[in-house]
């Protein structure tokens, strides 16, 4: 089993910055290690679907961002750790929802698919005023 848990998430004015932490534990990670998993961030507003904001491979050589938060969003990993960041620059008040970082043990490569990962954090709520 691998727990995940979010970070990072608070009230902060248009133009802030924020960055969120993914701590993970467990049982699977003394096996594996974090480097064995694609990590994912997704976020979900109020009455709209859980949609993919960054990912990245296990090595973190390689990463996808959706297009509303290229160049403001950056997603890392330090693995000695077990952390995955994701820092969130020039934010914006459509920015505001609950942001989950997920794990996907299987993968090779990033997914950007939900029902890929394996593992999911409990969320951590960004709230963006104007």
């Known amino acids: 089993q691998v727990q995940l848990v979010e970070s990072g998430g608070r009230l902060v004015q248009a133009g802030g910055s924020l960055r969120l932490s993914c701590a993970a534990s467990g049982r699977t990670l003394s096996t594996y290690g974090i480097s064995s998993f694609a990590m994912g961030w997704f976020r979900q507003a109020p009455g709209k679907e859980r949609d993919i904001v960054a990912a990245?491979?296990?090595?973190?050589?390689?990463?996808y961002y959706t297009d509303s938060v290229k160049g403001r969003f950056t997603i890392s990993r330090d693995n000695a750790k077990n952390t995955v960041y994701l820092q969130m620059n020039s934010l914006k008040p459509e920015d505001t929802a609950v942001y989950y970082c997920a794990a996907d043990l299987d993968g090779t490569y990033y997914t950007t698919q939900i029902g890929e990962y394996d593992y999911w954090g409990q969320g951590t709520q960004v709230t963006v005023s104007s």
């Open positions: 990245m491979t296990r090595s973190g050589g390689t990463t």
